[in-house]
């Protein structure tokens, strides 16, 4: 199911749509606070060699999508190459949805990388967000490994 044709723009986030791209970050992250946002985006915008965000505009410039990669040199589950290219976080209004938008957020992150050395495009999602997954196969990507995550107070 595809939704008719619309037309955006993607580019890489600029340090004047902090603003814009914090307001979508903050639908996507709702657990972190505006200025853990606002510090989180402008620490990204230091680093351009580790990381990177572009945003996504609709004709009238609102802001309707973003994708946030990094380069990971640590070890990244079900990989085989070093860097490798993370995706951290991508977002679509939903009005939006089914036009491509992420698909075109993909590429674009995916050029980056492989300009960034990057040999492999890892990702990661929620075992329940079936959206999710159903984008990341269409787009090539294949399942790994499936993790459960544990943590232990040390200081009571
Ligand atoms: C997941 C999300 C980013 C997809 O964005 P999108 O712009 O709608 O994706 P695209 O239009 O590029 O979809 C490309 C293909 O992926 C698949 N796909 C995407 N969303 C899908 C859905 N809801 N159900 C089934 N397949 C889907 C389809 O094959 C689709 O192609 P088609 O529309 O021609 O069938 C969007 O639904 C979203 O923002 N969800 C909330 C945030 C989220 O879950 N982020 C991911 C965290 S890892």
Same mark, same amino acid.
């Given at each position: +199911?595809? &939704? $008719?044709?619309?037309?955006?723009? &993607?580019?890489?986030?600029? $340090?004047?749509?902090?603003?814009?791209? %914090?307001?979508?970050?903050? !639908?996507?992250?709702?657990?972190?606070?505006?200025?853990? #946002?606002?510090?989180?985006?402008?620490? !990204?915008?230091?680093? $351009?060699?580790?990381? *990177?965000?572009?945003?996504?505009?609709?004709?009238?410039?609102? @802001?309707?999508?973003?994708?946030?990669?990094?380069?990971?040199?640590?070890? *990244?589950?079900?990989?085989?190459?070093? @860097?490798? !290219?993370? !995706?951290?976080?991508?977002?679509?209004?939903?009005? +939006?949805?089914?036009?491509?938008?992420?698909?075109?957020? %993909?590429?674009?992150?995916?050029?980056?990388?492989?300009? #960034?050395? %990057? +040999?492999?495009?890892?990702?990661?999602?929620? *075992?329940?967000?079936?959206?999710?997954?159903?984008? #990341?196969?269409?787009?090539?990507?294949?399942?790994?490994?499936? &993790? *459960?995550?544990?943590?232990?107070?040390?200081? $009571?």
């Amino acid at each position: +199911m595809s &939704v $008719p044709h619309v037309s955006f723009t &993607v580019r890489a986030v600029l $340090p004047s749509d902090i603003s814009a791209w %914090c307001s979508l970050r903050r !639908l996507l992250w709702q657990h972190v606070s505006d200025d853990d #946002h606002l510090l989180e985006a402008q620490e !990204l915008l230091t680093d $351009p060699h580790r990381y *990177v965000a572009f945003i996504v505009l609709s004709d009238d410039n609102a @802001p309707i999508g973003f994708a946030e990669a990094a380069v990971r040199r640590d070890y *990244v589950n079900g990989c085989k190459t070093s @860097p490798v !290219l993370f !995706l951290e976080g991508i977002y679509v209004v939903q009005e +939006m949805r089914r036009a491509g938008i992420a698909s075109a957020l %993909c590429a674009a992150i995916g050029q980056w990388g492989s300009d #960034h050395g %990057c +040999m492999e495009f890892a990702s990661d999602t929620q *075992v329940g967000n079936a959206h999710a997954q159903a984008l #990341h196969r269409a787009l090539g990507f294949e399942e790994t490994e499936r &993790v *459960v995550f544990f943590r232990k107070r040390l200081i $009571p």
